[in-house]
């Protein structure tokens, strides 16, 4: 699977609101992690403190680098004082969140199927 962004597409306003609802659908799944119940020993574990307990201890972290990633990419919050240092840094972080992407993606199809 080749990533759009590879080929440097003009941003236009469809893609400007894809971006933010895919970064509302990650957001709402990070927060809906805390209630999916998971298979414990043949038991399917539905307690909300386990949950959480067992999610806080395996995916949540990274989780969060990237929705909070997301979010500071969307909502523009970089430091402005070392702006041409901080825009070359900008242009790595982005294809590292790609990367990050893909494999939290490669995640999701994993539990589907």
Same mark, same amino acid.
């Given at each position: 699977?080749? $990533?759009?962004?590879?080929?440097? $597409?003009?941003?236009?306003?469809?893609?400007? !609101?894809? *971006?933010?609802?895919?970064?509302?659908?990650?957001?709402?799944?990070?927060? =809906?992690?805390?209630?999916?119940?998971?298979?414990?020993? !043949?038991?399917? *574990?539905?307690?909300?403190?386990?949950?959480?307990?067992?999610?806080?201890?395996?995916? @949540?972290? @990274?989780?969060?680098?990237?929705?909070?990633?997301?979010?500071?990419?969307?909502?523009?919050?970089? $430091? =402005?004082?070392?702006? @041409?240092?901080?825009?070359?840094?900008?242009?790595?972080?982005?294809?590292?969140?790609?990367?990050?992407?893909?494999?939290?993606?490669?995640?999701? @199809?994993?539990?589907?199927?």
């Amino acid at each position: 699977v080749l $990533p759009l962004q590879a080929f440097s $597409p003009p941003m236009t306003s469809w893609m400007a !609101g894809m *971006e933010w609802i895919t970064t509302a659908f990650w957001t709402c799944d990070l927060c =809906s992690s805390f209630l999916v119940g998971y298979d414990s020993q !043949g038991y399917l *574990e539905l307690r909300i403190s386990r949950i959480a307990r067992r999610y806080l201890t395996t995916w @949540f972290l @990274f989780d969060l680098c990237i929705v909070s990633s997301d979010w500071v990419i969307r909502l523009d919050l970089s $430091p =402005s004082d070392t702006q @041409f240092l901080g825009l070359a840094r900008l242009g790595k972080a982005v294809r590292l969140v790609r990367v990050l992407r893909m494999i939290r993606l490669l995640r999701v @199809f994993k539990v589907v199927s």
